[in-house]
């Protein structure tokens, strides 16, 4: 399913949105569950090491 380009349009546009909103994230569109955002992520300073989807940290 994340593959799905349909469903990564979603991610992408419920993301911006949570960025523009400086909102700390957003409801995933397919499965309802809250999602950090890069911004967000990236104030807290460090990488928590769990994988999240808009890590700034990632290499």
């Known amino acids: 399913m994340p593959d799905d380009p349909a469903y990564q349009e979603e991610i992408i ?15 995933d569109p ?15 300073g460090t990488c928590c090491g769990r994988g999240c989807r808009h890590c700034p940290y990632v290499n």
């Open 13 to 27: 546009k419920a993301h911006d949105g949570a960025l523009a909103a400086d909102e700390a994230g957003y409801l």
């Open 30 to 44: 397919r499965t309802g569950l809250f999602v950090l955002s890069a911004g967000f992520l990236a104030r807290r």
